[in-house]
């Protein structure tokens, strides 16, 4: 399931938002550092792979801001949606975060409304980024399980060759072409040429 990772060091705040968040039907983990939320991806992701969802930060903490906190985020490859909590002051901060790819920041005071429905639409990106991560995996796995005259058939067959061609280059019999060619159809999944181009150009 999909989780609001919430970082914030005032527990009276961090309470709060994760009472908030889960009237809203949101699922938060809520941690009070940015090491402790860091320890405990470090102690999961070996086994569970990155977590799903987004992170909440609040910009100002001790030990470690939200902005130094999204650095080590970045450090570890992860991609999810990061959004800041921060004061007027923060902002420059912020914009330089922005850069960083993070998703947004919602400057203090805001509308508890307005929090949880950003933070629903940044659920649903990190959702659709999961699913193409996963869509990626199974299309590397199956151009994996190409041997290597597969995948020179399949190269050339994306290039809209001809079997007579591709024989010729290959110095093999149209009949060879043809099986491999089949073959290649069958493990990426695909019907035609056109699709073999489409599924080499979203690797």
């Not at 991609?79 to 909590?85: H, K, M, Q, T």
């Amino acid at each position: 399931m999909s989780t609001v990772h919430l970082v914030d060091d005032d527990p009276g705040v961090r309470d709060a938002l994760a009472f908030l968040l889960r009237s809203r039907g949101l699922s938060v983990r809520a941690f009070d550092s940015g090491p402790a939320l860091l320890d405990a991806l470090d102690r999961e992701m070996p086994q569970g792979g990155p977590p799903k969802g987004v992170f909440l930060l609040d910009v100002r903490m001790e030990p470690m801001s939200g902005t130094r906190l999204h650095d080590e985020l970045l450090v570890r490859r992860l991609r999810n949606p990061v959004l800041f909590l921060t004061g007027h002051g923060d902002i420059p901060m912020v914009v330089e975060a922005l850069k960083k790819g993070a998703f947004d920041f919602l400057e203090k005071p805001y509308s508890d409304n307005a929090l949880a429905d950003r933070l629903e639409q940044a659920l649903a990106v990190d959702a659709a980024m999961q699913a193409e991560g996963a869509q990626a995996a199974e299309r590397s796995a199956r151009l994996a399980s190409l041997t290597e005259r597969e995948h020179e058939v399949m190269t050339r067959v994306a290039a809209g060759k001809l079997n007579k061609v591709i024989a010729d280059e290959l110095h093999v019999s149209v009949r060879t072409v043809e099986v491999h060619r089949a073959r290649v159809f069958a493990k990426l999944g695909v019907r035609s040429a056109a699709e073999v181009a489409t599924l080499l150009a979203g690797r």
